[in-house]
Nanobody, 124 residues
Framework: VQLQASGGGLVQAGGSLRLSCAASGRTLSGYTVGWFRQAPGKEREFVASISWLGGKTSYQESVKGRFTISRDNAKNTVYLQMNNLEPEDTAVYYC??????????????????WGQGTQVTVSS
C-alpha cells in the first residue's frame, strides 16, 4: 500500500489544519491507521490512531481534545483534524498503517508502511 499525506502548512497558534492520508495500490481495509510526528532533533512520536472498524481511536495525551482522527473507508482516506494548534505541534507529520484486528486502534511505530511526511509549522 502506498500512502500520501497532505494538508500541512504554516498556521498561527490557535489555528487549525486538516491532514489527509490517502492510500493507493490497495484499500485501507484491514489496516489500523495512525499519525506520527517528528520535530527537529526529537524522536518520532505517536499522535493518534484509528481502528479499521468501529471507529475506535487512540491519542497522545498532549493532543487529546484538540486533534480528531477519522477515516472514510469509501474514499480510502484518513484525516487528522488539528484545532487549537500550539507551537509545540510543529513537526513533520507522517501517516502509517498496520494490519491489526478490526477493532484495535493500537499501532506500532515499527510498522513497515509509512507515507511521506507533511510539514506542519505553528507560529507563536
Amino acid at each position: 500500500v502506498q500512502l500520501q499525506a497532505s494538508g500541512g502548512g504554516l498556521v498561527q497558534a490557535g489555528g487549525s489544519l486538516r491532514l489527509s492520508c490517502a492510500a493507493s495500490g490497495r484499500t485501507l481495509s484491514g489496516y489500523t491507521v495512525g499519525w506520527f510526528r517528528q520535530a527537529p532533533g526529537k524522536e518520532r512520536e505517536f499522535v493518534a490512531s484509528i481502528s479499521w472498524l468501529g471507529g475506535k481511536t487512540s491519542y497522545q495525551e498532549s493532543v487529546k481534545g484538540r486533534f480528531t482522527i477519522s477515516r472514510d473507508n469509501a474514499k480510502n482516506t484518513v484525516y487528522l483534524q488539528m484545532n487549537n494548534l500550539e507551537p509545540e505541534d510543529t513537526a513533520v507529520y507522517y501517516c502509517a498503517v498496520e494490519v491489526r484486528d478490526p477493532f484495535v486502534a493500537t499501532i506500532s511505530s515499527l510498522t513497515d508502511y509509512w507515507g511521506q511526511g507533511t510539514q506542519v509549522t505553528v507560529s507563536s
